[in-house]
């Protein structure tokens, strides 16, 4: 299920919902679909299905292995902040992390380079444009061996500005070379890097290009037809995870592999339902599929109220295994397990088999923003988790800066700090974005940045 099918699977279920009757408050969905500035189409579907009071993937019904988080004692409360800086440009969109720097890019500026150890904003890179037509980009492609991957508009105050993808030299800032794409979305889709190669959007739908990563050099292209396929890399091999689409599309999903260095097609997997990609964990790539036998999801599935199924496809042997799941699992996988979040909780199952390990408040506070008359409010948005692996603590931020951790087995909460980021507008749709470089976590809300490292209970300094 890519950002299209989302898209139009939430309008349907924001028009159906309503606390106390059949039918949604009037232009809810638009009011949800018109904010384009999301960091993955995983948090598009957790944005609104979580301002209609529906908390994506979790569990409502009680069961073995279920159950609230408990307290492992009392968290931490102790952090350093290493600097917080302002942005240039009130807009930001996305941010990643490089050598030494964070780079950061928005409607007025394709990149900017911060310091990572003083904040200090380095150098920018303006937009040509007046950045109005284009997406905002959902993820940055990343950074490697000295080369920054990002976006930029192909035809800047047009009609059809479309997207390109740029590759900028981290020590010149100079333009390597850029590449033009189908449309102006710029998700986690758009661009991946697998090995010395960038899996690409090509300029027509339904295909990518591989281009090498130094040159842009393209080096192969793959097309497909009646199917909308998510992209995927594990052990530096593209995957595509392909649901169908169009007229007299079968009923069938797909997981392809594509050679890296030729591009030829291998079907590894066949489901035969529609799949949403959730992640990859190991060797195996992990889907999203109807329960019950079903071929498509429905609009309970989609609130959380169906039933799902967790497919597991292992991309050597190609075994298919699928686990009755409840609620619609989460998107974000670390170490084993998926970490799944409303806008007020936070659920974690184990990858292996989809049983729920905890679910919690993670306490993080929200603000509502004004509605027009007859339309509901709606709050913040938290950030997707990011996950330190060597103390296993899932970390999220709200967009005034609050931040809080949990303990990767059990939810229990294990740190929890306050940045002072100022006068922090309200805006509906629009997470902050919370990153982790090895020992500090780096956030960005609207135009303030900052970096602050986490002390855990029992770490000291």
């Not at 599309?249 to 949403?276: C, F, W, Y």
């Not at 597991?312 to 075994?319: A, C, L, Q």
């Not at 974000?332 to 905890?358: C, E, P, T």
């Not at 931020?397 to 740190?415: F, K």
């Amino acid at each position: 299920m890519t950002t299209d099918q989302l898209d139009r699977a939430v309008r349907e279920a924001l028009k159906d919902w309503h606390p106390e009757g059949p039918s949604g408050p009037v232009g809810v969905a638009d009011r949800v679909m018109r904010r384009r500035r999301r960091r993955n189409a995983a948090r598009a579907l957790g944005t609104a299905l979580g301002l209609a009071g529906i908390c994506v993937g979790t569990v409502f019904a009680n069961g073995p292995g279920g159950g609230e988080a408990r307290p492992a004692g009392p968290p931490s409360q102790k952090s350093k902040l290493a600097w917080r800086a302002t942005l240039p440009g009130k807009a930001w969109d996305a941010c990643t992390l490089g050598s030494g720097a964070v780079y950061c890019q928005g409607p007025r500026y394709d990149a900017v380079g911060v310091d990572a150890r003083t904040g200090k904003v380095e150098w920018t890179r303006k937009s040509k444009g007046d950045a109005t037509g284009a997406s905002p980009a959902a993820v940055l492609p990343g950074v490697r061996d000295g080369v920054l991957y990002t976006f930029a508009e192909h035809a800047p105050r047009t009609s059809d500005t479309g997207t390109d993808l740029v590759a900028l030299d981290t020590g010149s800032h100079r333009e390597l070379w850029r590449h033009e794409m189908a449309d102006s979305h710029r998700d986690r889709i758009a661009a991946m890097l697998f090995g010395d190669k960038v899996l690409a959007n090509s300029p027509s739908f339904r295909s990518v290009k591989a281009l090498d990563a130094k040159s842009g050099k393209e080096l192969w292209q793959h097309r497909w037809k009646n199917a909308d396929c998510d992209r995927a890399v594990i052990a530096g091999v593209p995957y595509l995870p392909c649901s169908p689409a169009g007229k007299g599309a079968a009923k069938e999903s797909s997981l392809v592999r594509l050679d890296p260095d030729t591009g030829r097609p291998q079907t590894v997997a066949t489901v035969r339902a529609n799949t949403a990609y959730l992640g990859t964990d190991g060797d195996a790539v992990l889907l999203a599929a109807p329960g019950g036998g079903r071929e498509s999801f429905t609009k309970k599935d989609m609130s959380g109220k169906g039933s799902i199924d967790l497919v597991r496809v292992d991309t050597s042997s190609g075994k298919v295994s699928r686990h009755p799941v409840k609620g619609f699992p989460g998107y974000v996988v670390a170490d084993g397990v998926i970490l799944a979040q409303g806008n007020s909780s936070v659920s974690a199952y184990r990858a292996a088999d989809g049983k729920r390990l905890w679910t919690r408040q993670h306490g993080l506070e929200l603000r509502m923003e004004a509605a027009p008359a007859g339309s509901p409010k709606m709050s913040e948005l938290v950030s997707p988790p990011v996950v330190d692996l060597e103390h296993r603590v899932a970390y999220l931020m709200s967009p005034a800066g609050q931040l809080v951790g949990l303990d990767l087995g059990s939810g229990a909460v294990r740190w929890k700090a306050t940045v002072d980021l100022g006068e922090v507008p309200i805006q509906e749709g629009v997470a902050p974005e919370l990153m982790f470089d090895g020992s500090h976590l780096v956030g960005q809300s609207g135009d303030q940045l900052f970096r602050i490292k986490p002390v855990l209970p029992g770490a000291g300094s």
